[in-house]
Nanobody, 125 residues
Framework: VQLQAFGGGLVQAGGSLRLSCAASGRTRSIITMGWFRQASGKGREFVAASSSSSSGSLIDYADSVKGRFAIARDNAKNMVYPEMSNLKPEDTAVHYC?????????????????WGQGTQVTVSS
């Protein structure tokens, strides 16, 4: 599975931005799509994830983004759309999408099988 994230850029605080993550390859094997970010000098941080398997569906958000961010998944197009609103300077980071073919629990742990290259999001104050 290959992942490509795009749509990052510079936005003012309070603004909105919609990222896109395109999956290709063995996409039918994907159960969970994750969204992480990494600010300069910090570790990789969980943002959101969407899991869909025979045992059910689950969407999880980090507390820091609840009510501001949303993750939308289009399985027919093999796309995931992380949508960000009311952005804050602390949201500045490289944002990554990830995918896994087994994981349906513990979505916040960054042990996903596949990772995209990341896209920079910069929020100015």
């Amino acid at each position: 599975v290959q992942l490509q994230a795009f749509g990052g850029g510079l936005v003012q605080a309070g603004g909105s931005l919609r990222l896109s993550c395109a999956a290709s390859g063995r996409t039918r094997s994907i159960i969970t799509m994750g969204w992480f970010r990494q600010a300069s000098g910090k570790g990789r941080e969980f943002v959101a994830a969407s899991s869909s398997s025979s045992s059910g569906s689950l969407i999880d958000y980090a507390d820091s983004v609840k009510g501001r961010f949303a993750i939308a998944r289009d399985n027919a197009k093999n796309m995931v759309y992380p949508e960000m609103s009311n952005l804050k300077p602390e949201d500045t980071a490289v944002h990554y999408c990830a995918a896994d073919g087994i994981k349906s629990l513990r979505l916040r742990i960054p042990n996903y099988d596949y990772w995209g290259q990341g896209t920079q999001v910069t929020v100015s104050s």
